[in-house]
């Protein structure tokens, strides 16, 4: 079940969580206060639905912790993950400024709280606030490559096609710290519906990179010593 954020904890609480992301970070303050005057926060576990294929627009949402995967299926009703998208992230926001409902499914993958901004109060935002509109285009622009790059690397060998299913993680999310580029130590079935690969094969590509030194894992925490080291193994 999910849990709204109780009233006490008051709208500067949300607009402080908020202006963490980076759509809204140096947007000028009258324009973000009034956009997220009706933000609702909603905390939910892990595997929760979060959108289904077919609903409509309503709100837009802004990951302020956790994880979720995009996900569709294909026409022998096979789960195919699209993204994975983690904390600062934005989805929803296509069919808000479209009008029509939405083209995919959206899953929890760890306990992720997200704040709900109301379709006709981000699309007011974009019309009226020219930053807005910029960095929309940045956000759309990104996948975009993101997207081409994935499509490129479709017939590569199942070494690269992980490498790149990382390095995509890590271009999203990826945490800088001394000893490398962390990400979280997602499922094996996570990464194998991104690569296209089986799980198998990504279970056994993950133990080569691990011997190989180019990744670390532990339970949580997937971490990449050297993202130019990784780059150089895609074919």
Do not use: C
């Not at 140096?26 to 289904?52: C, D, F, M, W, Y």
């Not at 979720?68 to 069919?95: C, H, P, Q, S």
């Not at 490559?145 to 999310?173: H, P």
């Not at 194998?192 to 089986?198: F, I, P, T, V, Y």
Request: glycine residues 6%.
């Amino acid at each position: 079940m999910e849990d709204r954020i109780r009233p006490t904890e008051s709208q500067t609480n949300v607009n402080a969580l908020i202006r963490t992301t980076p759509f809204f970070t140096g947007l000028p303050e009258p324009a973000v206060e009034k956009a997220t005057a009706h933000v609702v926060t909603r905390s939910h576990p892990a595997n929760q639905v979060i959108l289904l294929e077919n609903d409509w627009g309503s709100s837009v949402y802004f990951i302020l912790d956790g994880w979720v995967k995009i996900r569709t299926y294909n026409l022998d009703g096979k789960e195919v993950t699209l993204n994975i998208l983690g904390k600062g992230e934005v989805f929803g926001e296509m069919a808000a400024l479209d009008e029509v409902p939405r083209s995919t499914d959206v899953i929890t993958l760890t306990p992720t709280m997200i704040a709900n901004l109301p379709a006709q109060d981000f699309v007011q935002l974009i019309y009226g606030e020219p930053m807005a509109g910029v960095r929309l285009s940045q956000l759309m622009a990104r996948r975009l490559r993101q997207v081409n790059r994935r499509l490129r690397l479709r017939e590569s060998d199942s070494m690269s096609r992980v490498a790149d299913t990382i390095l995509f993680l890590a271009d999203g999310q990826g945490k800088r710290t001394s000893e490398g580029t962390e990400i979280p130590n997602l499922p094996h079935r996570e990464l194998s519906s991104l690569s296209g690969l089986a799980r198998e094969t990504v279970t056994r590509v993950l133990t080569k990179l691990e011997k190989k030194g180019l990744i670390q894992r532990d339970q949580e925490t997937l971490r990449i010593p050297d993202i130019n080291a990784l780059e150089r193994l895609i074919i």
